[in-house]
């Protein structure tokens, strides 16, 4: 039914915000990051399903949302995974090519990480 997708589409996000309102590393965000990533691959919204792997963070999360950013051409979800990766040359190239400085503070903070190693 083309309402289907739509539904699952909804679902996957309203998991993703649970996900995401629960404490990082808690098994509630682990089910719902998980739940989020199930329903937007059947959903077939290519387009929201890199937020969910980035929010869940796996290695091979990050390696999906980096074919999907790179075979899509969305350059901010590349951002984000280089971000995520600890890419601060690369992210921040994205980030001033695409005016993406929503994700400054990010960018600082890793900035700030490899200037002082030990913090």
Do not use: C
């Not at 590393?25 to 077939?44: N, P, T």
């Not at 796996?58 to 995974?81: C, F, N």
């Not at 190239?93 to 695409?98: M, V």
């Not at 903070?109 to 030990?118: E, G, S, V």
């Amino acid at each position: 039914m083309p309402w289907e997708g739509s539904q699952l589409h909804y679902i996957g996000l309203d998991h993703l915000s649970l996900g995401r309102a629960h404490p990082p590393g808690s098994s509630e965000a682990a089910h719902h990051l998980d739940q989020a990533v199930d329903f937007l691959r059947r959903s077939g919204h290519v387009e929201s399903l890199p937020n969910a792997l980035l929010a869940r963070g796996t290695p091979r999360d990050l390696d999906e949302v980096l074919r999907i950013a790179t075979r899509s051409g969305m350059r901010l979800y590349l951002a984000d995974y280089h971000l995520a990766k600890g890419n601060l040359a690369e992210a921040e190239r994205l980030i001033n090519e695409t005016g993406y400085h929503r994700r400054d503070p990010e960018l600082a903070a890793l900035r700030a990480k490899y200037q002082n190693p030990k913090n």
